[in-house]
């Protein structure tokens, strides 16, 4: 915070006013000063009220006061007599931006402080607080830089602290970070190491800033232990919260899901005296647990939206946590909160996610054509900020086949014409479609633009390098070698002693240049320095996945052949199938020959009683089909079988069940009707 000291600077008017008095206005001034340096900023309002009354237009003492209201935190209050009384707080600007600051009055204090005629080092350390509360980093980051020059007290820790971290901020954060460099920053204090941290974490570094964070505890708890030794482990592990939510992040990235939900509960059940802290665990849970989980996800986002937040969390936390609410209630298909939480979301942070949201829950619904019509009529009403939007709409194009309204969709999109990815993407497409000459001038049209802009470094030169080579690529294959050449020797004077490079070249000017092809070809290094002196090139040819010519191939095999201490391999023994019997298999009965007929077709099977009837009639049916029934009725023929009896034969266990139960089944059936007939008449 700004530190406010009691200035004091008599005139003698007001020497001269309190001369009839008892108390003489320098003794006021007298015990002011001791009530400042004591910190008993009450009896100071008190002792300043009294100067007041002696000497009205007093600046020192209404300062003094105004300084003392800010020390009670009577911001409002201070801000009110300020304004009031505005001829004595003409020069009272820094007290009034402070008062505004800390009521949260952002653009109000940033005027004053541009306006105030005094830009000593407490105007520009509050100003650099105000740009970090108004997400301005970079601007803040050059401030606390300028502030790092300038100053040399005892507040230096803290000032390079706030720097590192609004450096880390400025990255991480959709503005640029260009021209932060926070390489050379010191790393023996716990606010160093953790600030540095999260600039890796920023640039991906994730093992680097987990070990700066380790570093930065231990760190801590010597700082601790050496401020006051009867520090408690509570107060040591509150104080180490916040690092130890950086530890769990760093777990999630590198997709230890499991181990980073357990850190977040720990710090949400340890209740951090930083509210924030549960917020942003509540919130990363949730995004672990998607669609799982639903129950312990919807009490985290109640953890994540609760009251009182606005001036803990940034924008861009508070737009996270209302965005992953959302995505929350799409996973779990819970319309009617995600559509008020669409609404809020809408409401608090205009933007296309809003409208991504909605498009994505009506594909959901399968209504493909009005989620396409939505992205279509927020594209229209808002070709500026559609860049997503126009994405989304050439990826529903391309899955639907329609390749030509998805070159048209992605061409629209300005802000991202001369992008390599974007670039890549469309010289794709064109090339599908069949319109090779499109895509070579979009190539030829980008690498002008970026070449342009090189020199403000305005564009990464890796990718303008990777972006020529693609080119250069692209030419070669469609028959274009002028253009690849000029793309080729770009890439040439950037890197001269890229083989590769000379290679293409030789390829490019061989189809229309022999002779510069030629030339070229001398300058590209022989197989001896390409190679090491060590490396064996018949053992390289015999490596397995090496393909051989013919020839060496079948003078492989004719060696192979001859060779008298060929081993004949072994083909892999065939594993006999164990066969498997009935359970009920009785080895000393011979099995039941008709044992693969359908029961139908088996001696032993016979018909239902209908159908034992239904045979009996003579005269139903087809012609002939009771041709055999007298034969039933012949008593010679019935003698003729009882003489001549059938060959034995052993029947399965199966078999003899069958027969019985057929045997006894007309028995039983005959015992039924009797029954059914008793009571009748």
């Given at each position: 915070g700004i530190v406010f000291s009691f200035v004091f600077s008599f005139v003698e008017n007001g020497i001269m006013a309190a001369e009839?008095?008892?108390?003489?206005?320098?003794?006021?001034?007298?015990?002011?000063?001791?009530?400042?340096?004591?910190?008993?900023?009450?009896?100071?309002?008190?002792?300043?009220?009294?100067?007041?009354?002696?000497?009205?237009?007093?600046?020192?003492?209404?300062?003094?006061?105004?300084?003392?209201?800010v020390h009670l935190g009577q911001f409002k209050e201070a801000l009110g007599l300020m304004n009031k009384k505005s001829e004595l707080s003409k020069n009272l600007n820094l007290e009034k931006a402070y008062c505004h600051y800390r009521l949260h009055q952002l653009s109000e204090a940033l005027d004053l402080l541009k306006k105030s005629s005094s830009q000593g080092n407490a105007e520009k350390e509050l100003r650099a607080q105000v740009l970090y509360r108004l997400e301005q980093y970079k601007d803040s980051y050059g401030m606390y830089e300028e502030l790092m020059r300038n100053c040399d007290d005892d507040y230096v820790d803290e000032?390079?602290?706030?720097?590192?971290?609004?450096?880390?901020?400025?990255?991480?954060?959709?503005?640029?970070?260009?021209?932060?460099?926070?390489?050379?920053?010191?790393?023996?204090?716990?606010?160093?190491?953790?600030?540095?941290a999260c600039r890796y974490l920023s640039h991906g570094r994730v093992a680097e800033a987990e070990a700066l964070l380790v570093k930065g505890q231990e760190l801590c708890k010597q700082m601790l232990q050496d401020e006051d030794p009867d520090t408690s482990a509570e107060d040591i592990e509150d104080v180490l919260a916040l690092s130890r939510m950086q530890l769990a992040y760093c777990a999630q990235l590198k997709g230890k899901t499991d181990e980073a939900s357990k850190d977040y509960n720990n710090i949400i059940k340890s209740r951090p005296s930083d509210a924030a802290l549960a917020a942003v665990a509540a919130n990363n849970i949730v995004t672990i647990n998607r669609e799982k989980q639903v129950f312990d996800s919807q009490k985290k986002i109640k953890v994540a939206a609760a009251e009182g937040l606005e001036r803990k969390l940034t924008v861009s936390q508070r737009k996270a946590i209302a965005f992953n609410r959302c995505l929350f209630y799409l996973y779990t298909?819970?319309?009617?909160?995600?559509?008020?939480?669409?609404?809020?979301?809408?409401?608090?942070?205009?933007?296309?996610?809003?409208?991504?949201?909605?498009?994505?829950?009506?594909?959901?619904?399968?209504?493909?054509?009005?989620?396409?019509?939505l992205l279509q009529t927020y594209a229209k009403d808002h070709p500026d900020s559609a860049m997503r939007i126009q994405l989304s709409l050439a990826q529903i194009q391309l899955t639907q086949g329609n390749v030509t309204d998805a070159i048209t969709t992605l061409s629209a999109i300005q802000s991202l014409r001369h992008r390599p990815a974007l670039v890549s993407t469309l010289v794709t497409l064109y090339t599908e479609s069949g319109n090779v000459a499109a895509g070579s001038e979009l190539i030829s049209e980008t690498v002008a633009v970026l070449e342009r802009d090189l020199a403000s470094e305005s564009v990464d030169r890796k990718q303008f390098l990777a972006l020529l080579q693609f080119a250069a690529t692209f030419f070669l294959e469609h028959k274009q070698p002028e253009r690849a050449v000029d793309m080729l020797l770009k890439l040439r004077q950037a890197d001269p002693s890229r083989v590769?490079?000379?290679?293409?070249?030789?390829?490019?000017?061989s189809q229309f240049n022999p002779q510069k092809a030629e030339e070229l070809s001398a300058v590209l290094p022989g197989l001896s320095q390409l190679t090491d002196d060590s490396l064996d090139v018949d053992k390289l040819e015999s490596m397995s996945g090496v393909k051989q010519s013919r020839r060496a191939a079948r003078a492989a095999d004719t060696a192979a052949e001859s060779s008298a201490d060929v081993l004949k391999k072994k083909g892999k023994a065939k594993k006999k199938k164990k066969k498997r019997l009935p359970k009920n298999f009785d080895p000393d009965i011979k099995p039941d020959p008709e044992r693969w007929l359908p029961r139908w077709e088996r001696s032993t099977f016979q018909k239902r009683r209908h159908q034992k009837k239904k045979g009996m009639q003579v005269g139903k049916g087809t012609q002939g089909s009771a041709a055999g029934a007298s034969?039933?009725?012949?008593?010679?023929?019935?003698?003729?079988?009882?003489?001549?009896?059938?060959?034995?034969?052993?029947?399965?266990?199966?078999?003899?069940?069958?027969?019985?139960?057929?045997?006894?089944?007309?028995?039983?059936?005959?015992?039924?009707?009797?029954?059914?007939?008793?009571?009748?008449?």
């Open positions: 009839k008095d008892k108390v003489t206005v320098p003794q006021l001034f007298s015990r002011l000063k001791l009530c400042g340096e004591d910190g008993e900023h009450e009896r100071g309002i008190k002792v300043a009220d009294k100067i007041l009354q002696l000497v009205p237009d007093d600046k020192d003492a209404f300062r003094c006061k105004v300084v003392s209201m000032r390079e602290a706030n720097m590192v971290a609004m450096g880390a901020l400025a990255v991480s954060s959709s503005t640029s970070g260009g021209g932060v460099s926070m390489e050379d920053s010191r790393e023996d204090t716990y606010e160093l190491c953790y600030n540095k298909n819970q319309g009617d909160n995600f559509r008020s939480a669409v609404t809020a979301l809408e409401k608090q942070y205009p933007s296309d996610l809003p409208c991504l949201l909605q498009a994505a829950q009506l594909q959901r619904e399968k209504k493909a054509t009005k989620s396409f019509q590769s490079v000379i290679a293409q070249l030789v390829q490019a000017y034969d039933k009725f012949d008593a010679s023929l019935q003698s003729a079988k009882a003489e001549s009896p059938a060959p034995a034969e052993t029947q399965s266990p199966s078999a003899a069940t069958n027969v019985t139960k057929a045997s006894t089944a007309p028995a039983a059936a005959k015992k039924k009707q009797k029954k059914k007939g008793k009571g009748k008449w």
